[in-house]
Nanobody, 128 residues
Framework: QAQLAESGGGLVQAGGALRLVCTASGRGFSRYASGWFRQAPGKEREFVAA????????FYSDSVKGRFTISRDNAKNTVYLQMNSLKPEDTAVYYCGEGRETSDFYSYYRREEPYEDWGQGTQVTVSS
C-alpha cells in the first residue's frame, strides 16, 4: 500500500496560479495511474484530472480543462497539478489518488473506486 502526500496548496487571488505536488512512497512494482480530486465544503468529492502511468494521456473535468495541467515524474514518484487562472469556485481540499493501471481503471477514472490509495489533502483557497 502506497503512502501519498500532497503539498503546494494555499491562498491565492482569483486569476493566480498554484502547483500542487503529490509524492508517493512505499509503492509496489505495478504501473499506477494517478488522479486529483477535490472536495468543497458541503459538496461531494469530484474528479479533477487523471494521468496514465506513462504520462502520455491526461484526462480533465470540463470545469478545469484548459486551465489545469496534470503531469508526472516517475523517477521522483511525483505527480503534479499546475493550476492557472484560478477561480473562487476552485476553492476546495485537493486530494491525489492512485490505482493500478488496468482497463477498468480507464473506464471509471472519474469515480473514486478505482483509486486504491489517497493522500490527506491540501487546502486551496481562491479569493475574489
Amino acid at each position: 500500500q502506497a503512502q501519498l502526500a500532497e503539498s503546494g496548496g494555499g491562498l491565492v487571488q482569483a486569476g493566480g496560479a498554484l502547483r500542487l505536488v503529490c509524492t508517493a512512497s512505499g509503492r509496489g512494482f505495478s504501473r499506477y495511474a494517478s488522479g486529483w480530486f477535490r472536495q468543497a465544503p458541503g459538496k461531494e468529492r469530484e474528479f479533477v484530472a487523471a494521468v496514465t502511468w506513462s504520462g502520455g494521456r491526461q484526462f480533465y473535468s470540463d470545469s478545469v480543462k484548459g486551465r489545469f495541467t496534470i503531469s508526472r515524474d516517475n523517477a521522483k514518484n511525483t505527480v503534479y497539478l499546475q493550476m492557472n487562472s484560478l477561480k473562487p469556485e476552485d476553492t476546495a481540499v485537493y486530494y491525489c489518488g492512485e490505482g493500478r493501471e488496468t482497463s477498468d481503471f480507464y473506464s471509471y477514472y472519474r469515480r473514486e473506486e478505482p483509486y486504491e490509495d489517497w493522500g490527506q489533502g491540501t487546502q486551496v483557497t481562491v479569493s475574489s
